[in-house]
């Protein structure tokens, strides 16, 4: 029998980032099996879009960020075009940028690369770190016990010199794609809803005949017989696919459902896109259907599931391959903690609930607007009046600026996965404080203005994004996303400059946070990694929403998990104890510990404010009481 901490099935993008992050996180690369029953790596492109979100999680890879960045095709907007009435070639009804508007990230393209070259950098990755793919090795049979995981594969294993093999995991991670056997084996529903009556054909080649696209932009092809997608690489080949209705399709393939042949491929692009227009040197050609589904559970006991295995749904949007990859990167850190001994085993409860819910908004949105592109396209079948009305509509609002308003409010957020937030999971925690009442006008105008804005100003949330800024106090030009690697990253900020200065209150707090954040350091042992923002550091103050001295608290995939306001070591301490489950975090200092900068001072306890005001309400009423005493001993 194999032993290893963890097995994963399916050596695609989503399996390789699981085997990645487990690494990058210190399990060791001999005690993970990757696995997979192709018998080599495919040569295909199909998913072939990265987007900045998973840019900006794949740069804790730097390897593989540098070749990603270097090989894709940076795709700055969408051209819609149509091609009706005749005319020799399509023309351009309007733009939507996609690029440059990204909100505070330092990725601000489409990348596209097709999907083989995206695995072959990952693969290469894995490999210097020691993590080999087993190809031809299929998962046959599962079943969970008090420890671990009995898995037997069939195929060469690699590990061993056998056709059947045993293994015994500590965990297990399906990644094996939409007809996942992991699934099946747990008997796991994938409810959802299949489009029979539209087929798409696919193919990837060289472009020739035409050169009204320039290789710069994605082009949406939208016709009255369906819509299209052209996507531009930078070796000068495209990726274009197109829907059909059922009858047309099967009218074209002769009742059949076999892939098209080039000839028939290169006469849908034709009536698409332009009469000269051909694909050629093709790579792949294809053909398949619209499912839109999703597991009901994305975890059971010590088997998980990621990527395709979980949600499928149209390829309208590109969101596939990025949204397995963002649950490879959720899983992988918190697998790791377990295995490593940092935290409990309750902390991987919170991978369903919080992948499943962003699956879901992603599966409802995506259905929406390919079941609205679908209507609109039975609509211009019907009528021609009304697809030429439709398109002189779309020129008319890509004129007046009303796409632009729509892709920056709405579309780039949702495509760059920019919006993507966890504010319900169980690890997302905010902590407010506000200073006792108090009979001074002053004081009571500051307490409400304090708990005003904590509903009514913009502010980051816990369970947001982490906002990428850069800091201007660092001459390196770091920004936030810099300091977030390997672990948690708590970020204390000074209160803004003027915010109630001359009171130099906040929850009844003032604290050195350098002190608290070298408490916080050794309390956690080092597991959380400390950086104080300066009064001065405007910008990042305005995007994380700070105005008095606060903690953002970032887990190591980038979100926020608790924001503390104001700073209390009680309260993050206890979070990472409770909430998160880290297993070595003390919550005091022995006694003759001491915080020291540019001399001996004590650590700074965070309740001295109140016991100041302790202090001083102690001295009125003894003050008040000896008045008292001897206002009755003179009378």
């Keep these: ?54 840019m900006e999680l794949l740069s804790s890879h730097e390897r593989v960020l540098e070749r990603l960045l270097e090989e894709s ?33 330092r990725y601000q393209h489409m990348y596209t690369l097709p999907q083989f070259r995206i695995e072959a950098i990952l693969r290469d990755e894995l490999g210097q770190l020691g993590v080999n793919v087993h190809w031809g090795t299929a998962l046959e049979k599962l079943r969970e016990v008090r420890d671990g995981v009995i898995v037997e594969l069939s195929g060469e294993a690699g590990v061993v010199k056998a056709r059947d093999v045993v293994v ?20 796991l529903n994938f409810p959802g809803v299949s489009m029979p009556n539209r087929w798409f054909f696919i193919a990837h080649g060289r472009l020739e005949g035409q050169d009204l696209l320039p290789p710069d932009q994605l082009y949406v092809s939208m016709h009255r017989h369906g819509i299209g997608m052209l996507i531009p690489f930078k070796d000068g080949t495209w990726e274009i696919l197109f829907d059909l209705s059922r009858e047309r399709a099967m009218e074209m393939l002769g009742n059949s459902k076999r892939d098209p042949t080039l000839e028939e491929f290169n006469a849908v692009l034709q009536d698409r896109v332009c009469d000269s227009a051909r694909v050629e040197d093709v790579q792949w050609l294809s053909t398949f259907l619209i499912h839109s589904r999703q597991v009901v559970r994305y975890s059971t006991g010590r088997v998980f599931l990621a990527g395709d295995a979980c949600h499928i749904h149209s390829p309208v949007g590109g969101q596939g391959m990025n949204y397995g990859c963002h ?3 959720n899983l992988g850190w918190k697998l790791a903690y377990v295995l490593l001994g940092r935290a409990s085993a309750p902390l991987l409860d919170s991978y369903h609930t919080e992948r499943h819910r962003a699956g879901s908004v992603l599966v409802h949105y995506t259905e929406t607007q390919t079941a609205g592109l679908m209507r609109a396209s039975r609509a211009r079948e019907r009528s021609e009046t009304f697809s030429q009305c439709l398109n002189a509509t779309l020129r008319r609002a890509g004129a007046m600026g009303v796409f632009e308003i729509l892709s920056k409010n709405w579309l780039v957020p949702f495509l760059s996965e920019t919006n993507v937030e966890y504010r319900k999971s169980a690890l997302s925690h905010e902590h407010w404080e506000l200073e006792p009442l108090s009979l001074s006008v002053t004081r009571m105008l500051h307490r409400r203005q304090v708990a005003l804005s904590r509903f009514f100003r913009r502010r980051l949330v816990a369970g947001d994004r982490m906002p990428d800024v850069a800091l201007a106090d660092h001459p390196e030009g770091e920004r936030t996303g810099d300091f977030v690697s390997g672990g948690f990253t708590a970020f204390f900020f000074e209160a803004r400059v003027g915010w109630k200065d001359s009171m130099r209150w906040h929850g009844g707090q003032d604290v050195d946070l350098n002190a608290v954040a070298w408490e916080l350091a050794v309390l956690t042992h080092g597991l959380v990694r400390c ?50 489950g880290l297993l070595e975090v003390a919550h005091t ?46 009378h």
């Design 1 to 54: 029998m194999v032993d290893a901490d963890v097995l994963v099935a399916g050596a695609g993008p989503v399996g390789m980032i699981v085997a990645l992050e487990l690494v990058r996180h210190g399990v060791p690369a001999d005690r993970i099996l990757l696995v997979d029953k192709a018998e080599g790596p495919p040569q295909i492109a199909k998913a072939s879009s990265l987007w900045p979100r998973t």
């Design 73 to 105: 095709n940076h795709v700055d907007q969408w051209t819609m075009v149509s091609r009706e009435g005749g005319s020799p070639a399509c023309e351009e009804l309007f733009k939507l940028p996609v690029g440059g508007t990204v909100p505070d990230c």
């Design 168 to 187: 015994k995991a500590r965990y297990v991670v399906g990644a094996d794609g939409a007809h996942s056997t992991v699934r099946h084996l747990l008997g």
């Design 327 to 329: 649950d490879a990167f």
């Design 531 to 580: 950086v104080v923002v300066g009064r001065e550091e405007v910008e990042a103050q305005e995007r994380f929403g700070v105005h008095g001295q606060c903690l953002v608290l970032v887990r190591p995939d980038g979100y926020v998990g608790m924001r503390s306001q104001p700073v209390c070591l009680a309260a993050i301490t206890q979070y990472l104890s409770h909430r998160v």
């Design 589 to 634: 200092l022995p006694e003759d510990w001491r915080y020291s900068e540019g001399g001996s001072h004590e650590a700074t306890q965070l309740t001295l404010s109140r016991a100041n005001n302790l202090l001083a309400l102690t001295s009125i009423l003894l003050a008040c009481n000896l008045a008292y005493q001897a206002y009755l001993h003179y």
